[in-house]
């Protein structure tokens, strides 16, 4: 069962939706709520739970400082954001810390359970999606086996010397070195180079041990580091390395270094 809290200064929000909401109906379990972002954060440390549900205006800390905290310590926690009605740069900037859902106040039990009923749906596509994924990329790696195989005895002597190897993969490294800041696809990159997808894929993989997404994410959380050790902010830097959401960028940096952007800024 997933975890949830619920952040607001106001009483009357708080036990409204201790009362009238019933979260176990959505697999949820209410684990704890706080009046203040102090409370908050640290009742967010002690329960770590799966989902927060958050005013932006709080007395201490408000909910979009406790939002970035949040997303640095624990980026794969669902957030959603109650806010009034003259506070739309702040509901821009939560969404662009990676906010799921905000909803306006004063808030009413159906927005609450239409929430909750959007978190437990994206949870179930999301795992439908990482099984989908895996068996996309097992069905395209055979795939590229037998292009790249293909590929390989249709060119004929040109591709079985190592110049030849060497020659595209370079351009492509260089490319990617001077691109990381933005998208990259496989076949933009195939067409740089004039040659098919597939190809480049195996090829690349072969002749540098790693696939060209692995050394594209390098380039970036490299470049990332950089800029953190520099002092820059987390959420400028995603930006900068060529990531659209806060989130996303959280959750690929800390997979490659160990710690939340937040950590390794920190030392």
Not at 8 to 16: K, T
Not at 100 to 105: G, I, M, Q, T
Not at 191 to 200: E, F, I, K, T
């Amino acid at each position: 069962m997933h975890k949830a809290v619920v952040f607001d200064d106001e009483y009357i929000v708080i036990q409204g939706l201790q009362m009238m909401i019933d979260w176990s109906s959505y697999g949820i379990e209410l684990a704890g709520t706080a009046t203040d972002g102090n409370s908050a954060l640290e009742l967010f440390r002690t329960v770590r739970p799966d989902i927060v549900f958050t005013d932006i205006r709080m007395p201490g800390m408000d909910g979009l400082q406790l939002i970035e905290e949040i997303a640095q310590e624990a980026p794969d926690t669902y957030c959603v954001v109650f806010s009034g009605f003259n506070e739309f740069e702040y509901v821009k900037r939560a969404i662009k810390l990676g906010v799921v859902d905000y909803l306006e106040k004063p808030i009413s039990i159906e927005s609450v359970e239409t929430a909750l009923g959007k978190i437990t749906a994206h949870v179930q596509e999301q795992r439908e999606r990482e099984a989908l994924k895996q068996q996309l990329e097992e069905a395209e790696k055979k795939m590229q086996a037998l292009s790249a195989v293909r590929l390989l005895e249709s060119e004929g002597d040109r591709n079985k010397s190592d110049d030849s190897k060497l020659a595209p993969i370079d351009k492509i490294k260089t490319y990617i070195e001077q691109h990381f800041t933005r998208d990259l696809s496989l076949n933009e990159l195939a067409d740089y180079v004039g040659l098919n997808p597939a190809y480049v894929s195996v090829l690349f993989k072969e002749t540098m041990g790693e696939s060209y997404i692995k050394f594209l994410t390098r380039c970036r959380m490299e470049y990332a580091k950089r800029l953190l050790q520099q002092g820059a902010k987390v959420n400028e830097v995603s930006e900068k390395v060529g990531y659209h959401t806060y989130r996303h960028f959280s959750e690929v940096f800390k997979r490659y270094t160990g710690k939340t952007p937040g950590q390794y800024k920190e030392g």
